[in-house]
């Protein structure tokens, strides 16, 4: 049982090129969630998924777009990374949509820098 | 706006010492406060969560003591040990039941360093 999985681990982009992270969980939840973490921040949430076919923008949705392939996995994409992107990236997961007291379970992360 | 404030940024403590970190918020509507712990190169891990409707919760060596009406809760780890050095969040949640999913919101962290 690997929980919520990320990929890759380390980038390092030009700007103005994409890229996709990827998330995976095989714990069958529902809901799924991708926030990144700035020093001095906090952990911000970007988008989240409540279920499969449904994405929400949360906090700092500019600059990604997100998509729910399936039950198990939910992508972050940049479309044309900008240096203040550079950040680490936590993808996860929670049971049930709907539900304040379900644990959100978290990916590694992803450490992306922009130059 | 930040909605969870949390303090302080870092904390040195002794083996063997107590160790407290503070946190704050504004909005009533918060139903649920996790605390999580970070190790380095890690993802925020759920150490302990307290409701609203109780004013302590105690696992161990691990405490939370909440305060509705100050709208305040904090932390307090007992005989802190070196392997407790970690990242400790505070954060607060609401059920966000027009869109379906929970929304969680996070303090801005507190590095914790415990010296042999």
């Known amino acids: 049982n690997a929980g919520v999985t990320q990929t890759p681990k380390f980038q390092v982009l030009k700007t103005g090129q994409s890229m996709t992270l990827q998330c995976a969980q095989d714990?069958?939840?529902?809901?799924m969630y991708w926030y990144r973490q700035d020093p001095g921040m906090g952990l911000r949430l970007i988008y989240y998924s409540a279920s499969e076919g449904t994405t929400d923008k949360g906090e700092v949705p500019n600059g990604y777009n997100v998509s729910r392939l399936n039950k198990r996995e939910f992508s972050l994409r940049l479309e044309s990374a900008a240096p203040s992107q550079t950040s680490v990236y936590f993808c996860a997961s929670s049971e049930r949509e709907g539900y304040s007291t379900d644990t959100q379970y978290f990916g590694p992360g992803t450490r992306l820098t922009v130059l | 706006q930040q909605q969870v404030k949390q303090s302080p940024q870092s904390l040195i403590v002794q083996k063997g010492g107590i160790s407290i970190i503070n946190c704050a918020y504004e909005?009533?509507?918060?139903?649920?406060f996790p605390w999580y712990q970070q190790f380095p190169g890690k993802g925020p891990a759920l150490l302990i969560a307290i409701r609203p409707d109780v004013s302590e919760k105690k696992e161990g060596r691990f405490t939370i003591s909440f305060n509705k009406s100050a709208k305040q809760f904090s932390l307090h780890i007992m005989d802190s040990q070196p392997g407790d050095s970690a990242t400790y969040f505070c954060?607060?949640?609401?059920?966000?039941?027009?869109?379906?999913?929970?929304?969680?919101?996070f303090g801005t962290g507190t590095r914790l360093t415990v010296i042999p």
């Open positions: 954060a607060a949640s609401t059920s966000l039941r027009w869109t379906g999913a929970n929304n969680l919101f």
């Open positions: 909005n009533t509507a918060f139903d649920y």
């Open positions: 714990m069958n939840h529902n809901s």
